[in-house]
């Protein structure tokens, strides 16, 4: 017992670590207090390039990653690690949500639901990353295109996991019940997260990914 609360803490710990925050300070910039003040990738490359938004998009992800890796270790050859191995990357969502080291205020966590989904279940995370650019291509906005992919993720999943071709693909996953219910969880924060945006889009006060005819 004490092996999964030490996994879990540690899972939220690393999510909890700003790392589009550092990579602003160590270009001389407090990403909070400019452009949209979100220490995500978009934020973070629109201040800064594309090289440091990758970098933060990158690091978003492992952090998402790293604990479910860690865990699928530690407890192989453990039932249990069926469990604690998405209940950890959860963790590390919650810890990009709600940081520790910034007074619990953080990202969106589009990048880490991104990471951890990939690990758990890739088919259903690349239709969601195919959902993502299509809407940003055809409506150009990022937000709106992170709404959509995670709004889609849940049903991906169950489709996935009932669907003949899938059941002959290699997914062997055993509970994806509990995938789905963890989907639908970093769904309803991320829509949670965005309500800002949410608001821009209705009144059209949005800033798209780039500009008309460029």
Known sequence: ???YVLLLLG???LGAIPFGLLFGRMAGIDVRQAGSGNIGATNVGRLLGN???LATLAADMLKGVAPMLLTS??????????YLIPLCGAAAFVGHLFPIYLGFRGGKGVATALGIFLF?????????MLVFVLVLLNWGYV???SLSAALFMPGLIWLIYNSDFFKISGVTWPFPGLECLLALVVAGLIWFKHHDNIARLLSGDEKKWRRSGS
């Open 73 to 82: 270790w530690v407890l192989a050859g453990d039932e249990s690690r069926f």
């Open 143 to 145: 937000s709106l295109a």
């Open 51 to 53: 090289k440091l938004g």
């Open 120 to 128: 758990l279940t890739p088919w259903a995370a690349l239709g969601a």
């Open 11 to 13: 899972a939220y710990l």
């Open 1 to 3: 017992m004490t092996t």
